[in-house]
């Protein structure tokens, strides 16, 4: 299985990925991270992910877990000019963390990329 600089690199390959994070959302701190940053960094922008991974998570519409798992795969937030995928991953051990990449929206394909960070989310080790 694929480790943490495996996958990051991986999702650059996806069409359109400008840059990709592994992000711890109970802290907000940027595990990894490759590729161009965001507008205020990788440090902000984990911190903007995160604060909308804990919305969607604590919210009352999202609360029913089954299987003692996250019910959210993912969180799609579009801009002007990118796209921004949050995948939420399992671990073995007690951490809540996701995979975060942001897309040029003029050249990206929001399903195929969906799709890509599904498979590295997948195949993803964590230990």
């Not at 919210?59 to 995928?85: C, M, N, Q, W």
């Amino acid at each position: 299985m694929p480790g943490i600089d495996e996958c990051l690199s991986e999702a650059l390959a996806i069409p359109g990925v400008l840059g990709a994070s592994l992000v711890d959302w109970s802290s907000g701190l940027v595990l990894g991270a490759v590729g161009q940053e965001p507008a205020h960094g990788h440090e902000a922008a984990a911190a903007d992910a995160t604060e909308a991974a804990r919305a969607v998570v604590e919210g009352a519409t999202f609360t029913a877990k089954e299987s003692g798992r996250i019910p959210v795969e993912d969180i799609i937030i579009t801009t002007p000019g990118s796209y921004h995928l949050i995948r939420f991953l399992a671990t073995s051990f007690d951490s809540d963390v996701f995979l975060h990449i942001w897309l040029d929206r003029a050249i990206a394909n929001l399903a195929v990329a969906r799709l890509g960070l599904q498979s590295i989310a997948d195949r993803m080790m964590l230990v």
